[in-house]
């Protein structure tokens, strides 16, 4: 028994570290996230540290993220939903490595939320109380962890939810507050005029999409902030 009990800790100290190397590369990978196939070696790297049982928090709320970001941006449809997945699986263990951190909720929240907008009426309706108790524990623990993004979530489920007692009025509270925080949150910036529109207060939501056309963005979201503003553009073309 004390063998057995000596090897099991073995184990689990090594699956606890991972090298700064490997952390480091697959950040810089990220960085060069506007290719795809930069983005795809960045899941790669940690997932080669898994295998080697280098498997910890560091490890798994990166999974999550960028997991993320390929099914946002990939264009095959298979790659999505698998990219999605991963995720969310992989936003579970960071959560379950430690929930005293933000890192593993948003992130699991965040592909969650995707996932069911990819699948509404299998998944979106049951997901609904997950991504929001997520979110709220990100608010908990960071309010403005990811630029006050998990109150850009709240206010996103929300409007997507109006039709099953989602509340344009509530939306408009949650993303009033990000970008309260968060001055130069573009993407809680759109929102917010979406849900300004459906309140039928126009002049207010072209005040949001003009500044996004005007604000200078966090160097880190350029790739982001690119398709801001051209969502921004689209709106004002369309809805104005």
């Known amino acids: 028994m004390a063998c057995g009990s000596s090897s099991t800790t073995e184990i689990e100290t090594k699956r606890e570290t991972v090298s700064p190397q490997t952390l480091l590369q697959s950040d810089e990978l990220f960085t060069q996230r506007q290719d795809l196939e930069k983005l795809r070696q960045a899941i790669s790297v940690l997932n080669r540290a898994r295998r080697e049982n280098e498997r910890s928090y560091d490890v798994e709320w990166r999974l999550a993220k960028y997991n993320y970001y390929l099914g946002r941006h990939t264009t095959d449809q298979k790659e999505k939903e698998k990219a999605f997945a991963d995720g969310v699986a992989a936003g579970k263990l960071a959560v379950k490595q430690d929930s005293n951190k933000p890192d593993g909720h948003f992130w699991f929240g965040a ?29 908990e623990l960071q309010p403005n962890y990811e630029m006050a993004s998990a109150y850009d979530a709240l206010g996103q489920l929300e409007l997507g939810t109006r039709l099953m007692g989602g509340s344009a009025d509530k939306a408009k ?5 990000a970008v309260e925080i968060e001055k130069f949150n573009g993407e809680a910036r759109i929102h917010l005029a979406e849900a300004y529109l459906a309140l039928g207060r126009d002049a207010d939501a072209k005040k949001q999409l003009d500044f996004v056309l005007q604000m200078k963005p966090n160097p880190a979201y350029l790739p982001e902030y690119q398709q ?6 689209k709106m004002l073309e369309t809805k104005f």
């Open 173 to 177: 509270e949650y993303l009033e507050k």
């Open 111 to 139: 592909n969650l939320g995707a996932q069911a907008n990819e699948n509404p009426l299998s998944s979106g309706v049951t997901s609904v109380g997950e991504v929001r108790e997520a979110m709220n524990k990100v608010i």
């Open 228 to 233: 801001q503003v051209e969502k921004a553009k």
